[in-house]
């Protein structure tokens, strides 16, 4: 058997701290793999949303009431606003999500939407029981560009997917 002096390491050893580093840098490279793919997934998901509020120019609200396409959304002015609730009233009970989506000329109407929606909650809290049920008010910012509407509707509607027409009987 071949011994080594005491002051010099066997050549095996040397390799120790550069396969140390190796296998840390395969480790982190895995891990930010595999975090990238759960987050592509996760991108997929609906919106969580029931009825949505478009407001681009400070002067309109668009209420949509569900995500169908074939459906024309009710337009409303800032001074409608009372009326675009009793619009929502009548849409359903339980629980629903009502996010307000505004670009930044709307801040002036999203102030105005707020004093209103929470009026609009003090009067259903009041003595009477409601059959309007509760709505959960988010905001979700829009840029300038009038085509960020458009992707948010489309991703409310399911990525872009077109309803299947039967096209047998025609």
């Known amino acids: 058997m071949r011994s080594w002096p005491a002051e010099a390491s066997p050549p095996a050893f040397a390799f120790m701290p550069f396969l140390d580093i190796v296998l840390a840098v395969i480790g982190i490279l895995i891990v930010v793999f595999v975090l990238r793919d759960t987050q592509t997934q996760r991108a997929g998901r609906p919106l969580a949303m029931d ?12 209420l949509y009431l569900d995500p169908d396409p074939e459906r024309a959304p009710q337009t409303y002015g800032p001074q ?4 675009l609730f009793d619009a929502l009233a009548t849409a359903g009970t339980g629980v629903r999500s009502l996010v307000f989506a505004h670009s ?3 801040f002036a109407t999203r102030h105005r939407f707020e004093q209103a ?6 009067l259903l809290r009041g003595d009477k029981p409601t059959s309007a049920g509760v709505l959960r008010l988010n905001y979700h910012p829009l840029s300038d560009d ?15 997917v077109q309803p299947h027409h039967d096209t047998r009987n025609e």
């Open 51 to 62: 009825h949505l509020i478009l407001c681009q120019q400070d002067a309109q609200l668009a």
């Open 117 to 122: 929606f929470a009026r609009h909650n003090s």
């Open 104 to 106: 930044g000329q709307c």
């Open 80 to 83: 409608q606003i009372p009326a």
């Open 146 to 160: 009038p085509a960020s509407a458009s992707a948010l509707l489309e991703r409310w509607r399911g990525a872009g």
